[in-house]
């Protein structure tokens, strides 16, 4: 008897219990994606951090070179650190073409055996041959500035230095990206 009321029962509410098997294959799936992607995601985040290099940690610090030295140093002998590098850089604010920035600049050393990075032809149609130095009073700058300020070669580059005072003027050389990939 139990037997037949629940067969009755349920050809009753088919629709129902269809409905409800629908949703939760749903959100069955949607949940499934969601921990899929954030997974996927942090996996593919790591694995570009190692192979550009990058670390856990980044600090940014000013000083003299006494104190970075120090600072290295003590980087260095932790257990968990595998390598400590300093970047020389200077954070300015510039003008293009009578146009003063809205956010500082970063004024980077190159150094083409430690970043990887990419030359633009002068057209800017494709990539040329790096330099193998940069002259002095020249400047390579990302490409965005072409649109951002219609900045071209030859053009002049203020950077204006309030630590040291005064301000300094480059010509502009070229165009670059950093590479996506280790340098050779």
């Known amino acids: 008897m139990r037997r037949i009321l629940l067969k009755a029962s349920m050809k009753r509410h088919r629709g129902s219990l269809s409905g409800i098997f629908f949703l939760i294959s749903l959100s069955a799936l949607f949940l499934t994606a969601v921990l899929i992607v954030g997974y996927s995601a942090g996996r593919f985040e790591k694995r570009e951090l190692a192979r550009l290099g990058y670390g856990d940690m980044t600090a940014w610090v000013s000083g003299d070179a006494a104190v970075l ?80 300020y219609g900045a071209a070669v030859g053009d002049e580059i203020r950077f204006f230095l309030a630590r040291q005072g005064g301000e300094l003027a480059l010509t502009v050389a070229g165009f670059l990206k950093i590479r996506l990939w280790e340098a050779p």
């Open 69 to 148: 030295a120090g600072l290295s140093g003590e980087l260095r002998a932790q257990e968990a650190v595998e390598a400590v590098s300093v970047q020389p850089l200077i954070f300015s604010d510039y003008e293009i073409n009578g146009q003063d920035s809205d956010s500082e600049g970063q004024l980077i050393l190159y150094e083409p055996s430690r970043v990887a990075y990419r030359f633009f032809d002068g057209d800017m149609s494709g990539y040329g041959e790096a330099p193998k130095q940069v002259r002095s009073g020249e400047v390579y700058l990302p490409a965005s500035l072409v649109s951002m």
